[in-house]
């Protein structure tokens, strides 16, 4: 456990930043399965929202949305 002050601050902050992190990260994965189970374009419109917020927001680096939003694409060009 932390013991000096600030320590304990940053703790306090970055449990918080892990809560929100992951409740963006599993609302974007939820949003790819459920387009991956049933590829729409209003699906695709979510998906690539959610992975353009969370990429945004650093928890998907840049690269891997890319990444991400050009296979889902793939998947409705089918």
Do not use: C, W, Y
């Not at 599993?26 to 729409?40: H, L, N, R, W």
């Not at 374009?41 to 991400?68: C, M, Q, T, Y």
């Amino acid at each position: 456990m932390p013991i000096l002050s600030s320590a304990k601050k940053a703790l306090r902050q970055s449990l918080r930043r892990n809560l929100v992190n992951k409740r963006i990260k599993t609302k974007t994965k939820t949003s790819i399965d459920a387009f991956q189970a049933k590829p729409t374009e209003p699906g695709l419109r979510a998906v690539f929202s959610a992975v353009d917020r969370a990429a945004k927001k650093n928890i998907f680096h840049k690269n891997k949305a890319a990444r991400l939003k050009s296979r889902l694409s793939k998947l409705l060009k089918k």
